[in-house]
């Protein structure tokens, strides 16, 4: 595969701006690991809250507040989970943006090489995979769900 690399740099600078692409290349999967994880733990730790509730209800009547927050508590752990693949989502735009930035530095010929610049260009033409889309509804869908749950638990038991 044939492909141009910047040979007005000096060979120590190529040398750091590929080490530095595959630091982000590992970052870039640490995060998608933690992101994956989250999901899976938030729909694991907000379910088993919702099974405990919908078969221990008779145990809260009569607790006053305490009761009345109990039912949101999934909806304010999922807003926590949606927090952090928020601010890990921003992380990982940020080290595209930079790896972007690198392949520009290199000289990469981004017509065949450069993953996030030709990402990048697929993305404004709409031709790519919007995983973030796929994630941002899989979150508000979960916040939404939990705090209707909440809501309608808290309805049907007349608490306000």
């Keep these: 595969m044939e492909h141009r690399t910047n ?3 000096p060979e120590l600078t190529l ?3 590929t080490e530095e692409q595959k630091q982000r290349r590992h970052e870039l999967e ?3 690991s933690r992101m994956e994880r989250d999901q899976r ?3 694991l730790i907000t379910g088993a809250i919702w099974s405990w509730l919908a078969t221990n209800l008779e145990k809260l009547p009569h607790q006053g507040l305490f009761e009345k927050f109990v039912v949101f508590i999934p909806a304010l752990i999922m807003g926590f989970f ?3 693949w928020w601010a890990m989502n921003r992380a990982v735009s940020q080290i595209a943006e930079y790896t972007r930035m690198l392949e520009r530095k290199a000289g990469v010929d981004l017509e065949k ?3 996030e610049t030709w990402l990048h260009e697929r993305r404004k033409l709409k031709q790519a995979v919007q995983l973030g889309t796929t994630a ?3 979150w508000i869908s979960l ?3 939990n705090a209707l749950l909440a809501f309608l638990l808290d309805r049907s038991r007349a608490w306000f």
């Design 7 to 9: 040979k007005s740099l």
């Design 15 to 17: 040398d750091f701006l």
């Design 30 to 32: 640490g995060f998608g």
């Design 41 to 43: 733990n938030a729909l």
């Design 82 to 84: 949606f927090y952090r």
């Design 113 to 115: 090489l450069g993953w």
């Design 136 to 138: 941002w509804i899989f």
């Design 143 to 145: 916040l939404l769900v």
